[in-house]
Nanobody, 125 residues
């Protein structure tokens, strides 16, 4: 059974950093494209960052480029999202996802088959 479990969310002030982690069970993340999505209150789920299964390619939403960094630890079978210079508009539930084995790196939710439950990030001004 595949499980993705996010951690690291919380309530923070604008300008600080936060690191989210996603631990996987039942699949080996190094064989899957992985992504982070977020769903702001009352809005649709949106792509934040993604990494190809090989780790050689990453993609980011324009609004987080230069502030967020996605990384993967193959030994721990985890994927992380380092978020710096947080803004109130970053407030959302953040979810990690994994796509098809050895598949392409997508930027839409339809590209991903496995999802975590999400972790809340709230940034106050």
């Amino acid at each position: 059974q595949v499980q993705l479990v996010e951690s690291g969310g919380g309530l923070v002030q604008a300008g600080v950093s936060l690191r989210l982690s996603c631990a996987a069970a039942g699949l080996t993340l190094s064989r899957y494209p992985v992504g982070w999505f977020r769903q702001p209150p009352g809005k649709e789920r949106e792509f934040v960052a993604g990494m190809s299964w090989s780790g050689g390619s990453t993609r980011y939403q324009d609004s987080v480029k230069g502030r967020f960094t996605i990384s993967r630890d193959n030994a721990k079978n985890t994927v992380s999202l380092q978020m710096n210079s947080l803004k109130p508009e970053d407030t959302a539930v953040y979810l990690c996802a994994a796509g098809l084995p050895l598949g392409g790196l997508g930027t839409t939710a339809l590209s991903y088959d496995y999802w975590g439950q999400g972790t809340q990030v709230t940034v106050s001004s």
